[in-house]
């Protein structure tokens, strides 16, 4: 019976689609795939049907309760509508967590680690 997923990327994209194979490199083949985005009590999808996903990219793979699904008090709005305002996110996000870094490496002497998609 094939069951509708949430597959959340290194990259922090999240991903709804069916489940379609795998293998036993996590890597995945979602059907109907839309990418979604949040902020604040709305959200967007961006159609992409047939999605192919390499398994080093999984971070969390997990079946959507489609049930509860339609109870998610969230609007939906237009992608290119919410699109700005995630990015806008995106880098506070980002500048915040360089200043971390930066605090925790002068002032802790913690290594630095991590690079460019590794979000998690």
Known sequence: MPR???VILRD???LHGVL???DQFANLVLE???ERIH???T???NWHGLFLIRGEN???LGEIDLDKEDEVPLRQVDYRLLEPYVKQDIDQKKEHDEVKAKVL???KGFCKEGGEGDGY
């Open 4 to 6: 509708k997923m949430l």
């Open 12 to 14: 922090g994209r999240k």
């Open 20 to 22: 379609r194979s795998y």
């Open 32 to 34: 109907d795939t839309v």
């Open 39 to 41: 902020h604040g009590d």
């Open 43 to 45: 959200f967007a999808e």
């Open 58 to 60: 999984v971070v969390l």
């Open 105 to 107: 490496y002068d002032k």
